[in-house]
């Protein structure tokens, strides 16, 4: 059964940073493509990044370009996201998820397996 578990989440300042994991289990995941979405109150989920499990090629929203970092460690079978000078705009429950996918418009379409979420909160 694939499990995808994420955690880091938590409250803190604009400006601030905070790095988020993805335990991934259940599977090999040597072929896929791993992304992080995030959904604000209110609004669709959307995507922030991605990273391909075999290559480490990286993808990222515009929004968070230079902000942002996303990496896998093979050992741990883990995905990090690096988020730097966090803004109000960032906050969000932010989903880990891993999709059989190596097209270049990542979406939330295209990934088969979702974490349950976690709640990252930005006060300005």
């Known amino acids: 059964q694939v499990q995808l578990v994420e955690s880091g989440g938590g409250l803190v300042q604009a400006g601030d940073s905070l790095r988020l994991s993805c335990a991934a289990s259940?599977?090999?995941?040597?072929?896929?493509?791993m992304g992080w979405f995030r959904q604000a109150p209110g609004k669709e989920r959307d995507f922030v990044a991605a990273?391909?499990?075999?290559?480490?090629?990286?993808y990222y929203a515009d929004s968070v370009k230079g902000r942002f970092t996303i990496s896998r460690d093979f050992a741990k079978n883990t995905v990090s996201l690096q988020m730097n000078s966090l803004k109000p705009e960032d906050t969000a429950v932010y989903y880990c998820?891993?999709?059989?996918?190596?097209?270049?418009?990542?979406?939330?379409?295209?990934?088969?397996?979702w974490g349950k979420g976690t709640l990252v909160t930005v006060s300005s």
């Open positions: 998820a891993a999709g059989a996918y190596y097209g270049l418009k990542i979406s939330e379409r295209n990934m088969d397996y």
């Open positions: 259940g599977r090999t995941f040597s072929s896929y493509t």
């Open positions: 990273i391909r499990w075999s290559d480490t090629s990286t």
